[in-house]
Every structure is written in C-alpha cells, then in structure tokens.
C-alpha cells in the first residue's frame, strides 16, 4: 500500500480564498483523522471520521473549516474564507479497529495564507 | 481536560549513549499511551503503545514505561545514534470510543557524534 496521500504537499493562497486540502486514507482503514500542526500548538485534531461518518469535530477552530468523507477512500478538509492564522502543517492520518491502534501519518500539507 | 506534556527543551546526547524521554499526563490514567517519531518535513510515525496495565514495553533498542503513579511515562533509546535524532510525540487516548488520541508537542532528540 502507497501510505496515506495528501494532496496538494504545499499550498500558498491569499487571504479570503477557499482552501481545498484532499486525503486518500490507506485501503481497509475504518478511521481517518484530520490534524493541524503548529509550532506554537503542537499537533491538534481537528476532526475524525468512522467509517465514514464524522464523529467528533469539536477541534475545528470556526464556520470557516469543514471537512467531508464521501467515501471510504477520500475526504476533504476545507477552509473558506481562509486567514493567516490558518497557516500551518495540516495531517491526515487513518487507522484501523484493534490492533496497536496506531494512526499512520500521510506527508502533510504545508498551508500558507498571506 | 485530559492534558499530556513533554519537556519543551531539545535533548542532546553522545552517541551511544541511552536517550530518556519524559511524558507527564494529567487527570485520570489512559487506557493506552503511544509514542510517534517525527523527521522534519514528514508526518509522524508510530513506534511503540503501552496499555495502562503494563509496566514496560520493549521493541528492539525502544523502551517504554508506563508508571501511573507518578502519572508519567518515560521513553528510552539505548546506545544512541545520530540516526535517532528526531522529534518524538507522545500521545495519550482520550475517553470515549473510537482512536481519539491527544498529542504532546514533542521533545526535539539530537545524537552527537
């Protein structure tokens, strides 16, 4: 299996515009888990879904984000109107029932909002 | 609220030598804690879990304890290299179903030769 992909790996973008950051999570996972990661926070969950439903979105900052899983193998994170303080590393992770319960990682995508 | 802490301070060591880090948890004990590396530029990468019920988990030179005591957990590397140098999170799972976990922010690990 190719890992979790994110796409794009970097994204610079202007105040107020709509941000779409995409997620394609391993095959047979049942989790998928979107994070943000600043210096200055750490790592924090944004929002997760099971089998495809959302679950818990208490960590999503505002109205501005969003994020949707219309199937088992894609979701989108997206942000719209977008501000600076919205720049940061943002992960999306996906793990299975049972096991070690561990979350592997995608890549990131290195959000830039000037 | 369900807080997890690691010293902010990067640590830096001789190679060869064994590597402890620290990780301080708040409130009740987990069910489970889990430790991640993390390189620059790249997402984290699960290492090791230890259940609240165990003592000590080991994994080749990797060694995790778990003393809800002292409401800390410690995570070891012996005999150091520079290849170890990285940031390493841990992360405690929250109440509730599911794999909800909540993160540290890190401490930065540097093996000198």
């Known amino acids: 299996d190719a890992g979790v992909i994110q796409s794009p790996r970097h994204e610079v973008t202007e105040m107020g515009q709509e941000v779409t950051l995409r997620c394609k999570p391993i095959?047979?996972?049942?989790?998928l888990f979107w994070y943000r990661q600043t210096m200055m926070r750490g790592l924090e969950l944004l929002i997760y879904?099971?089998?495809?439903?959302?679950?818990?979105d208490s960590g999503m900052p505002e109205d501005r984000f969003s994020a949707k899983m219309p199937n088992a193998s894609f979701s989108t994170l997206k942000i719209q109107p977008s501000e600076p303080r919205d720049s940061a590393v943002y992960f999306c992770?996906?793990?299975?029932?049972?096991?070690?319960?561990?979350?592997?990682f995608g890549p990131g995508t290195r959000l830039t909002v000037t | 609220s369900q807080k997890i802490e690691q010293n902010s301070e990067a640590l830096n060591i001789q190679e060869g030598k064994t590597a402890t880090l620290t990780c301080n948890y708040t409130?009740?004990?987990?069910?489970?804690l889990q430790w991640y590396r993390q390189d620059p530029g790249r997402g984290p990468v699960f290492l090791l879990l230890?259940?609240?019920?165990?003592k000590e988990k080991r994994k080749e030179r990797l060694k995790v304890t778990f003393d809800t005591t002292l409401k800390q957990s410690l995570f070891h590397i012996t005999a150091s290299q520079p290849a170890d140098s990285a940031t390493y999170l841990c992360?405690?799972?929250?109440?509730?179903?599911?794999?909800?976990?909540?993160f540290g922010t890190g401490t930065q690990l540097k093996v000198e030769l």
């Open positions: 992770a996906s793990s299975a029932v049972g096991g070690s319960y561990e979350q592997y």
């Open positions: 095959s047979g996972h049942d989790y």
């Open positions: 879904f099971n089998n495809n439903v959302p679950i818990d």
């Open positions: 409130n009740y004990s987990p069910a489970y």
């Open positions: 230890i259940r609240e019920n165990e």
């Open positions: 992360a405690r799972k929250t109440t509730g179903g599911g794999n909800k976990l909540t």
